[in-house]
């Protein structure tokens, strides 16, 4: 079976320029653009009081059925699981233009026409004032997910990836991966892999790879300057077949620390570092790794999908040679699929910058659905 390499293009867009037209005497006149609210110079709280507090009423729980008349649930904004992983971009977007344009019910009304940007803004900072204990960190921090590099925000995720190469062959991995969030700073993933390799004049070997369960926790967070540091400790275990080149046959402790900085205009920076531990280094070697992404995210349309181009380097050194360190360049990009956001699809391409006789280029893909926002079939 012969393998093809596949590469994958990632382009931004590209922002169209305006072209000013010379008016002509018989043009037709237009009507003025309608004048945007001013700022009504009211409190976040007394703007929540008077617009919001008839449905969700003046503590934010959401008012009964039997005052708000219908039946869709209202959000309990006191929730600080539920209220604070949403994006501040996000608040607005609803606030603005209605439920519908995140895929919510259409009871949510837009106040875009009532009342100014200056107030909405208000009314979003008065929301997040409804989770009072200020461990929880806010939406901001939790930044796109490279390809490789682990991110330093715990989440509730279910992420697929696929990544094809041509190692000798033909290699196909397939990573099925759960992360669950615990309390405002922790959580848990585990990674279960799916193998396909092919070398030539051989059959495909195929099965389980190694199993592996991670805890993380955050060390600290800045939200007024967008910083973030996590740490985490990983176990693969020998669950694939070593003798088909599934599993590395050892069972090995990964320590690694993850950091995240927000940057003006939607910009962003992460970085991994850390080190594995085998039990039996005569099978896997003690290794030390380094990852770092810079990228930035923007909208085409003000309220619409969400694009992010983002460029990695990733180095990983083995400590049983002195051989010199492995560096890999990934330019990907990340889009949201769903109105809400919590799907999305990102591709990239690994590519070797050195040791190229040992390392091949792989394509990189995933599909990620944030669960915790809704089911996989909603908000679309």
Same mark, same amino acid.
């Given at each position: 079976?012969?393998?093809?390499?596949?590469?994958?293009?990632?382009?931004?867009?590209?922002?169209? $320029?305006?072209?000013?037209? /010379? @008016? @002509?005497?018989?043009?037709?006149?237009?009507?003025?653009?309608?004048?945007?609210?001013?700022?009504?110079?009211?409190?976040?709280?007394?703007?929540?009081?008077? $617009?919001?507090?008839?449905?969700?009423?003046?503590?934010?729980?959401?008012?009964?059925?039997?005052?708000?008349?219908?039946?869709?649930?209202?959000? +309990?904004?006191?929730?600080?699981?539920?209220?604070?992983?949403?994006?501040?971009?996000?608040?607005?977007?609803?606030?603005?233009?209605?439920?519908?344009?995140?895929? &919510?019910?259409?009871?949510?009304?837009? &106040?875009?026409?009532?009342?100014?940007?200056?107030?909405?803004?208000?009314? =979003?900072?008065?929301? /997040?004032?409804?989770?009072?204990?200020?461990?929880?960190?806010?939406?901001?921090?939790?930044?796109?997910?490279?390809? =490789? !590099?682990?991110?330093?925000?715990?989440?509730?995720?279910?992420?697929?990836?696929?990544?094809?190469?041509?190692?000798? *062959?033909? $290699? &196909?991995?397939? +990573?099925?991966?759960?992360?669950?969030?615990?309390?405002?700073?922790?959580?848990?993933?585990?990674?279960?892999?799916?193998?396909?390799?092919?070398?030539? *004049? #051989?059959?495909?070997?195929?099965?389980?790879?190694?199993?592996?369960?991670?805890?993380?926790?955050?060390?600290?967070?800045?939200?007024?300057?967008?910083?973030?540091?996590?740490?985490?400790?990983?176990?693969?275990?020998?669950?694939?077949? #070593? !003798?088909?080149?599934? *599993?590395?046959?050892?069972?090995?402790?990964?320590?690694?620390?993850?950091?995240?900085?927000?940057?003006?205009?939607?910009?962003?920076?992460? $970085?991994?570092?850390?080190?594995?531990?085998?039990?039996?280094?005569?099978?896997?070697?003690?290794?030390?790794?380094?990852?770092?992404?810079?990228?930035?995210?923007?909208?085409?349309?003000?309220? *619409?999908?969400?694009?992010?181009?983002?460029? #990695?380097?990733?180095?990983?050194?083995?400590?049983?040679?002195?051989?010199?360190?492995?560096?890999?360049?990934?330019? #990907? @990009?990340?889009?949201?699929?769903?109105?809400?956001?919590?799907?999305?699809? @990102?591709?990239?391409?690994?590519?070797?910058?050195?040791?190229?006789?040992?390392?091949? /280029?792989?394509?990189? !893909?995933?599909?990620?659905?944030?669960?915790?926002?809704?089911?996989?079939?909603?908000?679309?």
């Amino acid at each position: 079976m012969r393998f093809a390499s596949t590469i994958l293009i990632t382009a931004a867009i590209a922002l169209a $320029a305006s072209i000013g037209i /010379r @008016a @002509a005497a018989q043009e037709p006149i237009r009507p003025a653009p309608a004048a945007r609210p001013q700022s009504s110079g009211l409190s976040g709280a007394e703007l929540f009081k008077a $617009a919001c507090s008839t449905c969700h009423g003046i503590d934010g729980k959401g008012n009964p059925k039997s005052r708000v008349g219908f039946d869709f649930p209202l959000p +309990d904004f006191t929730d600080c699981a539920a209220a604070t992983p949403e994006f501040e971009k996000d608040w607005f977007a609803v606030i603005y233009n209605g439920g519908p344009i995140r895929g &919510f019910d259409r009871h949510m009304p837009s &106040f875009g026409q009532a009342l100014a940007e200056e107030d909405i803004h208000k009314l =979003v900072a008065h929301l /997040r004032s409804f989770c009072a204990d200020k461990a929880w960190p806010h939406g901001e921090m939790n930044l796109p997910r490279p390809l =490789v !590099t682990e991110k330093a925000f715990p989440e509730n995720e279910w992420i697929y990836t696929l990544s094809v190469s041509k190692a000798g *062959g033909a $290699a &196909f991995g397939n +990573d099925f991966q759960y992360e669950h969030r615990i309390g405002a700073r922790a959580g848990y993933e585990f990674t279960v892999p799916i193998e396909f390799q092919h070398s030539a *004049g #051989e059959s495909y070997s195929r099965g389980l790879g190694d199993v592996a369960v991670a805890f993380k926790n955050v060390l600290f967070q800045t939200p007024a300057h967008g910083t973030m540091v996590s740490i985490a400790e990983e176990i693969a275990f020998p669950t694939g077949k #070593e !003798t088909l080149g599934l *599993g590395s046959g050892t069972t090995t402790f990964e320590t690694y620390g993850a950091y995240a900085q927000v940057l003006p205009r939607e910009a962003f920076l992460q $970085a991994q570092g850390g080190f594995g531990l085998p039990t039996d280094t005569s099978k896997e070697a003690r290794y030390v790794f380094w990852r770092g992404v810079g990228g930035w995210s923007f909208t085409p349309h003000r309220f *619409g999908r969400e694009i992010s181009p983002m460029l #990695e380097l990733v180095g990983q050194k083995d400590l049983r040679t002195g051989e010199s360190p492995q560096w890999n360049l990934v330019p #990907e @990009a990340q889009v949201t699929l769903s109105k809400l956001q919590h799907i999305r699809f @990102a591709a990239g391409l690994q590519l070797p910058l050195n040791n190229r006789q040992s390392q091949s /280029r792989v394509f990189m !893909t995933y599909l990620l659905w944030d669960w915790f926002d809704g089911p996989f079939f909603s908000h679309w």
